[in-house]
């Protein structure tokens, strides 16, 4: 029987299903040649998904797995607006530059003159964020050396080798040499490092907020002093960018004497993922710029708005605007108040599984969530087994933990990443630092010893 003669009576379609194989004939790499019914089509693809894993188990992404009933409900509600279409939904892009400026104000970007709005746009997410401010340093490059009547060809972005891959991607599709350094003494880029690798050809530096090997922020004030001291000396003028694809929705709250963003004059760009400690669901992120000079006008394009026409600066033409107003929601709902809770939660949460994770006396810790809330820790001894072995036999209890190694100059240590984030509660912690026990006796109980002393 099949199914498409079935629109009304979801059980018997569902029974005919299991009876005929109804949807299990459904081609899964072709289009189906014939209509399904809603509801079978849709426990069909529901029991597809039951395979992935489970979210609130997974300690290895950054992104927001969980959000208010009430942010359900306004992304529901704003599923069909299109954020490009800014004459049909110009309350949306009012809340897009309402973000832009809290944020601008949260990173202390100087107030632009005349009451203006903070330079900047929500992305898909930071790596739309990084093409953008990377497109932004190479064509400041460019118009500099062609300025100068200088050669303008061979173009490099100076970065430790623990950059996120989007930073090889920008290099890689925009044609510039990536510069990574490999990690020397520390689990990033260093000061003298970092000014040590610029030439007349360095568009800028990337300085990370933080790692997401171990969650580490890097000394970005350091950094741009470093940067500081190099121009003094050699007249090399280098721009700063801080990738805070993490950090720039915890240090705002949490480090507030840190100087990371606009305070510091070198600081020319700064980019962050909503959808990371923004508290939001994929896809929305943002990229700044400290003011319009950093950001070269033939990037812009002007789309139709309300009779005039607006400025815009994206890849895409065409997105959702459900995520952007979602962003705005929590900013509301939440206040700085609540922002620094639920982030203070996250990090004493990752405070105390690094801490159980260290009275196991087997682990060393590469770093505590003490900047973010993530605790990267290696085997400290040969045992007989691995991090990639612990990842393994914890992925039996549901938990997902990534293990891989570190970059080039540390690449020889590896390690496994929790990442806590908001959802994640003190009883979960309890619950997988117990796993985190029986996983380490079931693997010692496997040690190769033992099974060589039954042959
Ligand atoms: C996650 C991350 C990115 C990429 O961000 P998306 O929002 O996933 O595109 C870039 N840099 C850092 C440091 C990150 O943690």
């Known amino acids: 029987m099949s199914l498409h003669r079935h629109h009304s009576n979801r059980d018997a379609t569902i029974q005919d299903a299991a009876f005929d194989g109804g949807l299990g004939s459904i081609p899964r790499h072709k289009l189906p040649q014939r209509t399904s019914d809603a509801h079978?089509?849709?426990?069909?693809?529901?029991?597809?998904?039951?395979?992935?894993?489970?979210?609130?188990?997974?300690?290895?992404?950054?992104?927001?797995?969980?959000?208010?009933?009430?942010?359900?409900?306004?992304?529901?509600?704003?599923?069909?607006?299109?954020?490009?279409?800014?004459?049909?939904?110009?309350?949306?892009?009012?809340?897009?530059?309402?973000?832009?400026?809290?944020?601008?104000?949260?990173?202390?970007?100087?107030?632009?003159?005349?009451?203006?709005?903070?330079?900047?746009?929500?992305?898909?997410?930071?790596?739309?964020?990084?093409?953008?401010?990377?497109?932004?340093?190479?064509?400041?490059?460019?118009?500099?050396?062609?300025?100068?009547?200088?050669?303008?060809?061979?173009?490099?972005?100076?970065?430790?080798?623990?950059?996120?891959v989007c930073w090889e991607k920008f290099a890689r599709y925009w044609d510039v040499e990536a510069r990574l350094i490999p990690l020397d003494g520390a689990t990033h880029l260093t000061p003298a490092q970092?000014?040590?690798?610029?030439?007349?050809?360095?568009?800028?530096?990337?300085?990370?907020?933080g790692s997401t090997f171990d969650g580490s922020y890097e000394p970005v004030a350091q950094i741009a002093a470093a940067l500081d001291a190099l121009a003094a000396s050699t007249g090399l003028d280098v721009p700063l960018h801080v990738d805070a694809a993490s950090g720039g929705f915890i240090a705002p709250f949490l480090d507030q004497d840190l100087l990371w963003d606009f305070r510091l004059d070198r600081v020319k760009s700064i980019n962050s993922s909503g959808h990371k400690y923004g508290l939001v669901y994929?896809?929305?992120?943002?990229?700044?710029?400290?003011?319009?000079?950093?950001?070269?006008?033939?990037?812009?394009?002007?789309?139709?708005?309300?009779?005039?026409?607006?400025?815009?600066?994206?890849?895409?033409?065409?997105?959702?605007?459900?995520?952007?107003?979602?962003?705005?929601?929590?900013?509301?709902?939440y206040g700085f108040e609540g922002y620094r809770s639920i982030q203070q939660r996250s990090r004493d949460i990752a405070g105390a599984i690094a801490k159980g994770v260290a009275d196991l006396g087997l682990f060393t810790l590469l770093s505590r969530g003490e900047e973010l809330p993530v605790l990267a820790f290696s085997v400290s001894a040969p045992n007989g087994w691995s991090v990639y072995d612990l990842s393994h036999e914890l992925r039996s209890f549901g938990w997902i933990v990534p293990a891989y190694p570190m970059p080039e100059g540390m690449a020889e240590i590896d390690v496994l990443r929790v990442v806590v984030r908001n959802g994640f509660t003190f009883d979960l912690a309890g619950m997988f630092l117990a796993d985190l026990g029986k996983s380490v006796e079931r693997l010692n109980g496997k040690v190769p010893d033992k099974v060589a002393f039954h042959h």
Not at 119 to 148: D, I, N, Q, Y
Not at 196 to 203: G, S, V, W
């Open 194 to 209: 970092a000014a040590a690798a610029c030439d007349e050809n360095t568009i800028g530096v990337v300085a990370v907020l």
């Open 282 to 333: 994929p896809g929305v992120g943002w990229v700044l710029w400290r003011s319009a000079e950093d950001l070269p006008e033939d990037l812009i394009f002007s789309v139709d708005y309300l009779g005039g026409s607006m400025p815009t600066f994206a890849l895409n033409f065409s997105r959702p605007a459900a995520q952007v107003i979602a962003q705005y929601y929590t900013l509301v709902r």
């Open 40 to 164: 079978a089509a849709l426990e069909f693809v529901r029991d597809e998904l039951m395979l992935d894993g489970n979210a609130r188990q997974n300690l290895a992404t950054f992104v927001t797995t969980w959000m208010e009933p009430q942010a359900v409900e306004l992304i529901q509600e704003s599923l069909e607006k299109n954020i490009i279409d800014k004459d049909e939904y110009p309350q949306s892009a009012e809340i897009e530059r309402r973000c832009v400026n809290i944020l601008a104000n949260l990173w202390h970007a100087p107030e632009p003159t005349g009451g203006a709005d903070a330079v900047g746009c929500s992305t898909t997410g930071s790596s739309e964020a990084a093409m953008l401010a990377g497109m932004a340093l190479k064509w400041r490059w460019r118009a500099r050396r062609a300025a100068a009547g200088l050669d303008a060809t061979k173009p490099n972005l100076v970065m430790g080798a623990n950059v996120q």
